[in-house]
């Protein structure tokens, strides 16, 4: 079992960068693969970007690509999004989900985990 809280969000200028983390109890929790995703008003939650556990490769949708970098700390148990260039249609909330397994996956329905969301908002 782990708890997931993510913190974070906030208002930005367009162009401008934030930094969202997911916290997460529990042990061993760098045996879990991370991923981050968002969902606009009116859309699917959509998968935004992932990190996998102990070989921490990184997986990045093609709209983030180049813009987000997804990290974790494990001492920290915590994974962090670094958004950079943010545009007014990166607005969502954004979740962090977590799966007791070394690969990362896209679909939402793969993450038994879940934290509450942080509300990012991108002005133009």
């Known amino acids: 079992q782990v708890q997931l809280v993510e913190s974070g969000g906030g208002l930005v200028q367009a162009g401008g960068s934030l930094r969202l983390s997911c916290a997460a109890s529990?042990?061993?929790?760098?045996?879990?693969?991370v991923g981050w995703f968002r969902q606009a008003p009116g859309k699917e939650r959509e998968f935004v970007a992932g990190?996998?556990?102990?070989?921490?490769?990184?997986v990045y949708a093609d709209s983030v690509k180049g813009r987000f970098t997804i990290s974790r700390d494990s001492a920290k148990n915590t994974v962090y999004l670094q958004m950079n260039s943010l545009k007014p249609e990166d607005t969502a909330v954004y979740y962090c989900?977590?799966?007791?397994?070394?690969?990362?996956?896209?679909?939402?329905?793969?993450?038994?985990?879940w934290g509450q969301g942080t509300q990012v908002t991108v002005s133009s």
């Open positions: 989900a977590a799966r007791a397994t070394i690969v990362v996956f896209t679909s939402t329905s793969r993450y038994p985990y």
């Open positions: 529990g042990r061993a929790f760098s045996t879990y693969a």
């Open positions: 990190i996998g556990a102990s070989i921490p490769s990184a």
